[in-house]
């Protein structure tokens, strides 16, 4: 899937490790899409080099193509929107 939108919002990296030992790094941002009545939503850049190589700011306009999936937890689905590439526009 793809969109075309602005970035609103850059929220902090996130570091940590998986169940199985291994090291990650993520970050999420804010996408705002549509001229009239614009919608927004969160998407997350997943690894060290996808994040820096996307080098994202505020006011940045992007085309994204992304995936979504989600997370059950505790009997509740969480979706997410998982990035997979991004260029300025």
Known sequence: MEITGKII??????????????????????LEYGDRYPKKFPFELFGAQRVSDADLHVDDVIRLLFDIDSNEWNGKWYPIVSGYKVEKQ
């Open 9 to 30: 919002r850059v929220l902090p990296v996130q570091k940590g490790v998986t169940k199985s030992g291994k090291e990650f790094t993520k970050q999420s941002y804010v």
